[in-house]
């Protein structure tokens, strides 16, 4: 995968050979229950430092990381692993169990913990409900930050430009070109899609791989804006939900209501 | 007539595999299983026709549509130059969800050569009465006929697929063999599918084969005279089982059975509808999904490695995760194993976007974190989509590139990415030799990719992909969307947005296919569509298109009635006829009085607006004088972002929309991206 990993974390990485050369999947002694110096961080999640990390920087909000992990049931039988690969395997905070997510965001890069994460906070509670309690030997080897979420997601800022839609333009950088994409341009952005309440739903910018799509293959609302951009241009967009995906959209993995863009207009073919 | 389908090489003890696409390089286009070949490779390697110079908007796009009586899931099938009605054609066939099989000449807009449907005095399953764990069940919607893609034995010229019909008795599914020239079943066929195997996971002491409850979701495959099926479940109701059977091809004696778990439950074998790859010595591999395992009955979330004929368990490869997938419902099997061609090596990949590079010599069984297969890797990436799914649907394709051997993945939620494999290493470089830059909607299910070139020609090589273009297509039917891409490079050559390029709605299941420079596209719309170099010739089958429209005032100077006979839904929001009159209608002048028999809407979700937009009501009228319309059908409930219209034929002139209810949001305008009229 490409990704601007955070340096630190790429340091951490190479510090640690060990680790991920020589994985142990037996269960450790204490795989049933928290020994008494392990702490409890919140909601009945235990966690104990097995190694301190490098420097300052904790993941948060919607951070993808890089992590090596094993997990175990309180039983002692393995429960997954992102197995012997030197590669770090791709976790974001957005998608981890919700007990492995609390004890991330407590660590650096480099820092390796073990985890003991109740039941119901094992698996996400969609999918486990009942999820069983699981001991966790997590490292967390990388951060790539997530895009800021903006402050205003919805209040847009009085001198942005109005369209008659409803879709609401603030220009974050100007390029004052004069080349403007039409229907049938192919448009290469960079974008990340924000939901009102601020969830992070998209983003080509954690990966750094822009998208190209026909420009009249995309949502309502950026049919809308992005005629209005030239190569260059950075802009926040508000669109209302009737041209974004609507309020009521047809699959739980689509963003409903109102919703918050930004996108950097790169390249128009 | 001997067609090189499938053809066993031994190299030796090495067991290496030499993959179909080499021996279907050197016999014409015959496209008689799914993913051109037993080992899956997913390329044609025979395409001299089509190359990234004249895919393009200027040369390429839609040159005819061929309809259909139901929804395709099914993959399309063809054969070159065979003799049907005393004349040799190119044919291709098509099998729908109303149980029916077409045979249509592959190279022009005409009636079948030959249709049958297989109903009988039944009629075809239906969505409702299966998939009770899902409420509603939405993954299929409407009838349940056939589902798996057929196979043909081309050296017998028989094709071989599943029914599934409502009874008396119940849901039957029967096994059917049929003669591709004519139509009409083989000797001895069909046959009622009924099995029973020794298990204690449903509480007794036999497992019998429920046909309601199975899912005939993969596709069939065909080997040493044996034809092989497959079953899955509807949305995990239970009980099911995965199921595998044999049968022998010329007597349709089932031959074969395996129960990917008898003593416990699920382990489904859909493989989001690819096929069983074979080794050289006709031994099957099929990946399973969520279900019970314990690695001596029982094999869920596994790679297993069945005997030729008899299916016993040779070999087995389990995630050694698979309480967790389990748990997260994500099924190992979402993806069909595919043979890295030339080598002794299997890749298949699931719902974690992970592949898994398997020796087929030595599966590997299970351990603790998987250090006994060559390798895995995350091949989706998880970062653009934080959190949402990212499996692998259908199968990853493969092609001996100028530059090497390239496998392609088009996880959900991610852009396509091409991985060489290192004949070195025997492994697949982790870090992408490219990466594609068009990047599908949220939702499911990624690319529906396959190859074709010519050979490892330079320049010959292009990935086709399809996916919907708006919603999430795993319990909707979306709108879709065809893309060529350069496989040397993942350059975007083309898409299907220019005037009548659309196929309508996209098919999960059906993988386009390639032969003798045309691309075959299966949808949910009825239709089948035909895109190939426009100088070949372009039907005008689209009535509609380009005609005198007038409509209901507009809710803008732009978005007039002729926005919606333009052929396009791709130039934006004024693209569409707009109108906010309590009555809106929108007619067509078609010039001169012609026999129609369909019409297709694209409502707002067509335009890739919201999908609650959608016209819920209204009537279609015809007339031949402009004045006096007729009623010729009424729509009350329409929830389609593209709807089509099947219409007793009549004669007439002008085709009006009344519309009644415009959206299922009060005060919402009338929106109509397209009219089109056959």
Redesign the interface.
């Known amino acids: 995968m490409g990704g601007k990993w955070v340096a630190i974390g790429m340091l951490a990485a190479a510090l640690l050979p060990l680790s991920a050369q020589t994985p142990s999947f037996v269960a450790p002694a204490d795989v049933a229950a928290p020994p008494a110096e392990a702490q409890e961080a919140q909601s009945g999640v235990f966690t104990q430092v097995l190694k301190a990390g490098l420097g300052t920087e904790r993941p948060e909000g919607d951070d993808c990381l890089g992590v090596r992990f094993t997990s175990w049931t309180r039983e002692g039988r393995l429960a997954a692993t992102s197995g012997a690969s030197a590669e770090p395997s791709p976790q974001c905070l957005g998608a981890a169990m919700p007990g492995i997510a609390i004890a991330l965001k407590l660590m650096t890069p480099g820092e390796r913990r073990r985890v003991w994460i109740p039941g119901g906070l094992s698996y996400k509670p969609e999918e486990a409900p009942q999820g069983p309690a699981l001991t966790v030997d997590v490292e967390l080897v990388s951060i790539t930050k997530a895009p800021r979420r903006p402050l205003n997601l919805t209040t847009p800022p009085e001198n942005a430009r109005k369209l008659l839609s409803g879709v609401t333009i603030d220009w974050l950088k100007s390029s004052k070109g004069n080349v403007h994409p039409a229907m049938d341009s192919n448009v290469t952005v960079h974008f990340s899609g924000w939901t009102a309440a601020g969830k992070l739903f998209q983003t080509t910018v954690m990966d750094g791989q822009p998208a190209t799509m026909p420009l009249g293959t995309t949502l309502p609302g950026w049919r809308e804006a992005i005629p209005l951009l030239t190569p260059g241009d950075k802009v926040r967009v508000w669109i209302p939900a009737a041209l974004a995906y609507g309020n009521k959209p047809p699959s739980k993995r689509i963003p409903a209501g109102n919703l918050v863009y930004e996108i950097e207009l790169l390249r128009v073919d | 007539m001997v067609r090189l389908f499938f053809l066993p090489v031994i190299l030796g003890a090495l067991g290496i595999v030499l993959d179909t696409q080499n021996l279907q390089a050197q016999s014409k286009p015959y496209v008689v299983t799914r993913y051109y070949g037993g080992g899956r490779s997913g390329a044609n390697l025979k395409e001299t026709i089509l190359n990234t110079s004249n895919v393009n908007s200027s040369t390429f796009g839609r040159i005819f549509v061929l309809p259909v009586d139901d929804q395709v899931y099914a993959s399309l099938l063809y054969a070159s130059g065979l003799t049907v009605g005393g004349a040799a054609h190119n044919v291709l066939y098509a099998v729908t969800m109303n149980n029916s099989v077409y045979a249509f000449d592959a190279d022009r807009p005409a009636k079948p050569l030959w249709m049958k449907n297989f109903n009988g005095t039944g009629r075809p399953g239906v969505s409702t009465e299966v998939g009770q764990y899902c409420t509603p069940f939405l993954d299929i919607s409407g009838n349940i006929g056939i589902l798996g893609t057929p196979v043909i034995d081309a050296s017998r010229n028989t094709m071989y697929f599943v029914t599934r019909t409502g009874e008396a008795t119940g849901i039957v599914q029967r096994l059917h063999a049929l003669d591709i020239t004519t139509g009409l079943e083989r000797p001895n066929s069909p046959v009622v599918i009924t099995a029973s195997v020794p298990g204690t996971g449903e509480g007794g002491s036999t497992i019998t084969f429920n046909p309601l409850t199975q899912n005939q979701r993969p596709a069939l495959a065909f080997a040493q005279g044996t034809v092989y099926i497959g079953w899955a479940s509807f949305c995990d109701t239970t009980p099911y089982h995965g199921w595998m059977m044999a049968y022998d091809g010329t007597t349709l004696s089932q031959v074969g059975v395996h129960n990917t778990t008898p003593n416990g439950m699920m382990g489904g074998v859909w493989m989001a509808g690819a096929a069983p790859a074979f080794d050289a010595s006709g031994n099957l591999y099929v990946s399973t999904g969520n279900g019970d395992w314990n690695g001596t009955k029982n094999f869920g979330e596994s790679l297993v490695k069945l005997s030729s004929k008899t299916l016993g368990v040779l070999d087995y490869f389990t995630a ?2 698979y ?2 997938l389990n ?3 994500l099924d190992f099997g979402s993806g069909g194993p595919t043979m890295v061609p030339g080598t002794k090596y299997v890749v298949t990949g699931g719902k974690e976007g992970k592949v898994y590079l398997i020796d087929t010599t030595n599966l590997g069984k299970m351990v ?4 006994q297969i060559p390798q ?3 091949a989706v ?9 990212h499996h692998i649907h259908n199968a990853n394709p493969w092609w001996q590139s100028p530059q090497g051997l390239n496998m392609y993945v088009w996880g959900e ?1 991610d ?1 396509l990415r091409g991985y060489r494999f290192d004949p070195t290493a025997k492994r697949l470089v ?1 870090t992408p030799f490219a ?1 594609g ?3 599908p909607p ?3 299910p990624g690319g529906m990719t396959s190859i074709s070139a010519n050979g490892s020609q330079t320049g010959t090589g292009i990935v086709w992909a399809t996916f919907q ?1 708006a ?2 297509a ?3 039917l979306c709108p879709g ?1 065809l893309y060529a891409l350069n496989a040397e490079t993942l350059a ?1 050559l083309w ?1 299907s ?1 220019g005037p009548n390029d659309d196929f309508y709605l996209f098919s999960k299941g059906s993988n386009q296919i390639v032969a003798n420079g045309k691309v075959y596209l299966a949808g949910q719309a009825k239709y089948i569509s035909v895109y190939g170099l426009k100088a070949h010739g372009v039907a005008a089958q689209n009535l509609a298109y380009q005609k005198p429209a007038i409509g209901s005032t507009p809710c803008s100077g732009n978005q007039t009635p002729d926005k919606a006979v333009n052929g ?6 004024d ?1 569409k006829w707009c109108s906010s009159d309590p009555n809106p209608w929108l007619t067509v002048d078609l010039g001169t009085a012609k026999t129609i028999s369909r019409v297709v809407v694209e409502h707002a979700g067509g ?7 959608n016209t819920v009501a209204f009537k279609i009228d015809v007339s031949t004088d402009g004045v006096n319309f007729t009623t010729v059908q009424t729509i009350t409930n329409n929830t389609l972002s593209i709807s089509t219209h099947v219409l007793t034929p009549v004669s007439a002139r002008y085709v009006r929309l009344s519309i009644s209810k415009p959206s ?1 949001i009060a005060g919402d305008p009338a929106r109509i991206y397209e009219l089109q009229v056959f």
Not at chain 2, 368 to 371: K, R
Not at chain 2, 607 to 613: A, D, K, L, S, Y
């Open positions: 050694s995760n309480n967790s748990i997260e419902d603790p974190g998987d250090t895995v890797f995350q990436s998880t970062t653009t989509v934080p959190s949402a799914t939620n852009y982790t990466v830059s068009v990047l949220l939702g499911m273009r919603g999430d795993n319990q909707t969307i975007t898409s947005t396009t839904y791709a130039g934006g929001l693209d335009g890739m607006e919201p999908f609650e937009g299922t």
